[in-house]
């Protein structure tokens, strides 16, 4: 009975595998036949010169350069409130917290795990409500906001993907560094930190890329279909999220709603670029550590 278990685990296994390659495959290839014919400069910039239009001297109506660079600016900013707070606080429970405060941080990380986005992107729009109800009559939805309830949104994975980094490393790694007169922070930093470098930038990547792709959040915090270049952090804003399900929902004709996919090939190869960039600061940082 086992062995016919272990046989049928061992064609089941490669077959899962085959399956997910070929589902992936098969998306690439209808967004490549889809988004082909509306790739090129008319894609990012529509009629203005492309020069003075990617500098933002010339403003862009009908094409998907500033939801370009309004994705980017929402993800570093999104990225710069939540991966600093989400590793130190992986960090706390995995080495400092104890007892009652460690079993009440999971389970608050846990709760907001599973917020779902769209009640995220309610909290942040309430949230300007009662600052205009209050403190700041002029408040209004913006590029702040929708960054600080991304990161909020994502900081889950960051908590979790740092703590898991630290508790999976040997205790024995540990005990080597106290042995050697390190102190605790000193331990940390040279030797546990470097070594659970790969899982903590893998949580990293993780969030990034859920911070590029969500919409649900930025519908209600900021998103606008024509807003132009990013203004500031307190003006409105373009994503490409929210460009795909407007273009899909709003087209036309074919032409927009090759736009479209046009776009969601744009965010696919942005988010692409984002994961290869943290795999090359994880490799550059393991060589630095083995040296």
Excluded at 44 to 62: K, N, S
Excluded at 72 to 83: C, K
Excluded at 171 to 177: A, D, K, R, T, V
Aim: with cysteine; hydrophobic share 60%; proline share 5%.
């Amino acid at each position: 009975m086992r062995g016919r278990r272990a046989l049928a685990l061992a064609w089941l296994a490669p077959a899962a595998g085959l399956l997910a390659l070929a589902a992936t495959a098969l998306l690439l290839g209808f967004l490549l036949r889809e988004a082909a014919p509306a790739w090129g400069w008319e894609l990012f910039f529509g009629r203005a010169p492309a020069w003075p239009a990617f500098w933002g001297r010339l403003p862009v109506w009908d094409g998907i350069w500033p939801a370009c660079l309004g994705t980017l600016s929402l993800v570093a900013l999104a990225s710069l409130l939540a991966v600093p707070l989400g590793v130190a606080a992986g960090i706390h429970l995995a080495v400092y917290a104890g007892g009652r405060s460690r079993r009440l941080l999971s389970l608050a990380v846990d709760i907001l795990a599973s917020v779902p986005s769209i009640v995220m992107g309610l909290f942040g729009f309430a949230l300007i409500l009662l600052l205009r109800a209050t403190l700041l009559p002029s408040a209004n939805t913006c590029l702040l906001l929708a960054a600080a309830c991304l990161a909020l949104l994502i900081l889950p994975y960051l908590v979790s993907a740092t703590r898991l980094a630290l508790l999976s490393l040997p205790p024995e790694l540990g005990l080597q560094g106290a042995a050697l007169g390190l102190s605790r922070w000193q331990n940390l930093r040279h030797v546990l930190l470097p070594a659970a470098g790969r899982g903590i930038l893998g949580g990293v990547m993780l969030g990034v890329g859920r911070a590029a792709e969500d919409t649900a959040v930025i519908m209600l915090t900021g998103v606008v279909a024509n807003a132009g270049l990013p203004a500031g952090l307190l003006g409105k804003f373009e994503a490409l999220p929210f460009q795909i399900f407007y273009l899909a929902s709003q087209y036309q004709g074919p032409e927009e709603l090759r736009l479209g996919f046009g776009a969601a090939l744009t965010l696919l190869a942005l988010t692409g670029l984002l994961f290869l960039g943290a795999s090359g600061l994880q490799r550059t940082l393991e060589r630095r550590w083995r040296r």
